[in-house]
């Protein structure tokens, strides 16, 4: 589950417990444990992690099934605590419709040898244009899948990131196409082995907690699939290059109820 506080979007895991026509309850998962092991979670409520969200708020949810992740919004209707294990319980409103991404779209794909992938990062708070254009850098995509992107950036140019900042991200997953911004959380800075650049590893956090988020990681799994057509030496053509990169087209592909979760 992710969700906005204080201007900085937040994930943690929560379990499904309780799910009908009207609201469904997930249970904070303790730091450090699994969430398929219920009995872990008993005499252990100092372990929680706090979850600072308000009713009324939206967040996102991302639900594993065997074909992928089902990701959606909903409203935050209630609070409580479970008195078997001590960890807390979010009461949610079901939504309406949720959309499906494919489990293949969340593994690494390098980015094909014939396309060089400019990125553009810049630091998430500067709001005017100069600003931007005066702390951002532009480094070149690696790799790429629905849940994250791997840049790399020459230590010339002196980027003053730190892990666990988010950033900006901006670039064109071919260049007949328009541009991909979105926000990306900083999980590790690794120099490379010629000492020359620095590899950011890059996670998205927060796109399905929105209609527009949404629509982004779609386009970003719709990018990961055809990247991954392109490694297989497979010609995609330019008019299935349009069609894999439209984010409502991949969304109605996969588009699943929720009869299809509850029997997972």
Not at 245 to 264: E, V
Request: proline share 4%; glycine share 8%.
């Amino acid at each position: 589950m992710c969700y906005l506080s204080r201007g900085k979007w937040h994930k943690t895991h929560v379990l499904l417990v309780n799910l009908d026509s009207e609201k469904l309850d997930v249970r904070v998962v303790p730091t450090g444990y699994e969430p398929v092991v219920l009995e872990q979670f008993r005499g252990h409520p100092r372990k929680l992690h706090p979850v600072n969200v308000k009713l009324g708020q939206s967040v996102g949810l991302s639900v594993k099934c065997e074909g992928g992740k089902f990701i959606f919004e909903a409203e935050v209707m209630d609070f409580g605590m479970s008195s078997a294990t001590g960890s807390g319980i979010i009461t949610l409103e079901t939504p309406d419709q949720m959309e499906m991404i494919s489990r293949r779209s969340y593994f690494r794909v390098r980015v094909p040898e014939s396309i060089l992938i400019d990125v553009q990062m810049w630091h998430r708070r500067c709001r005017r244009l100069k600003a931007e254009l005066e702390r951002s850098w532009q480094g070149r995509l690696i790799d790429i899948s629905a849940g994250g992107l791997q840049v790399v950036v020459g230590s010339s140019k002196r980027p003053d990131f730190r892990q666990g900042q988010f950033v900006k991200v901006r670039f064109c997953p071919l260049p007949s196409e328009a541009a991909i911004e979105f926000s990306a959380q900083i999980r590790n800075i690794l120099p490379t082995a010629d000492g020359e650049s620095f590899c950011f590893g890059l996670q998205v956090v927060g796109l399905e907690a929105s209609r527009e988020g949404r629509a982004i990681l779609a386009r970003l799994a719709a990018v990961t699939e055809l990247y991954y057509e392109l490694n297989r030496g497979r010609d995609v053509g330019q008019r299935s290059s349009q069609a894999a990169l439209n984010a409502h087209a991949y969304l109605k592909r996969y588009r699943s109820g929720w009869g299809d979760l509850l029997h997972q």
